[in-house]
Structures are given as structure tokens and as C-alpha cells.
């Protein structure tokens, strides 16, 4: 299983980013993606997880619902976070996992396998 975030970088408050997980090495289309962020002095929280298939359930952090949109393309074996708004405490490293479960979970010790993470700087 390999994992791989890009599309952090530093961006203004009220500026967007588009962070991709490019995944490999497992079945990607049969399991819940998700992205989970740890920003400074903080714990690892889960920001958004999408489930397997056309009718995946979503999952957001109350923190970005209506800011954040994520999605997969399975024929490409990649999901995408589109973060909008950003604000200075979204700054973090941004981590996708899969826990190679069907269905979303919000809980990290879950899963197994991670990518390197993404920075992504809010800041003016």
C-alpha cells in the first residue's frame, strides 16, 4: 500500500487548495479514503472520509463542513480534499489513510496505513 499527498502550500486567509492522495498497491476503489490533519502542538484529527461506490456515505469535521469538499476518482486511484476558506487554524500536515474498511471511520488508530502528510500554511 502507498500513499502519496500533494498540493499543499502556503496560502492566504480566504484562499483555497486542492490537496490529492495518490494511492497504489490495493484495491483503492473497494474502501473508505480519508484525510486527517495535525497542526502544531495538536493531536491527529479527521477532517473528511468518503466511503467505497457511487453512493459513498461522507464524513466532515464540523470544523470544515461547508468549506471542504472531498471526492475520489477511481479510475485514477486518487481523492482529492478541496479546502475553501482557509482560515489560520486549518494550518497542519495534511495526511490521507485508508483503514481498508468499506465504510468511513473517524477514528486513526483504525488505520493503517498513511501517506508522508502535506504541509498546508494559512497564514498573511
Known amino acids: 500500500v502507498q500513499l502519496v499527498e500533494s498540493g499543499g502550500g502556503l496560502v492566504q486567509p480566504g484562499g483555497s487548495l486542492r490537496l490529492s492522495c495518490a494511492a497504489s498497491?490495493?484495491?483503492?476503489?473497494?474502501?473508505?479514503m480519508a484525510w486527517f490533519r495535525q497542526g502544531p502542538g495538536k493531536e491527529r484529527e479527521a477532517v473528511a472520509c468518503i466511503g467505497r461506490g457511487s453512493s459513498s456515505r461522507i464524513y466532515y469535521q464540523d470544523s470544515v463542513k461547508g468549506r471542504a469538499t472531498i471526492s475520489r476518482d477511481d479510475l485514477k486511484e486518487t481523492m482529492f480534499l478541496q479546502l475553501d476558506s482557509l482560515k489560520s487554524e486549518d494550518t497542519a500536515v495534511y495526511f490521507c489513510?485508508?483503514?481498508?474498511?468499506?465504510?468511513?471511520?473517524?477514528?486513526?488508530?483504525?488505520?493503517?496505513?498513511w501517506g508522508q502528510g502535506t504541509q498546508v500554511t494559512v497564514s498573511s
Open positions: 489513510a485508508t483503514a481498508l474498511k468499506f465504510a468511513c471511520t473517524e477514528t486513526s488508530v483504525l488505520y493503517q496505513f
Open positions: 498497491g490495493f484495491g483503492f476503489e473497494n474502501y473508505a
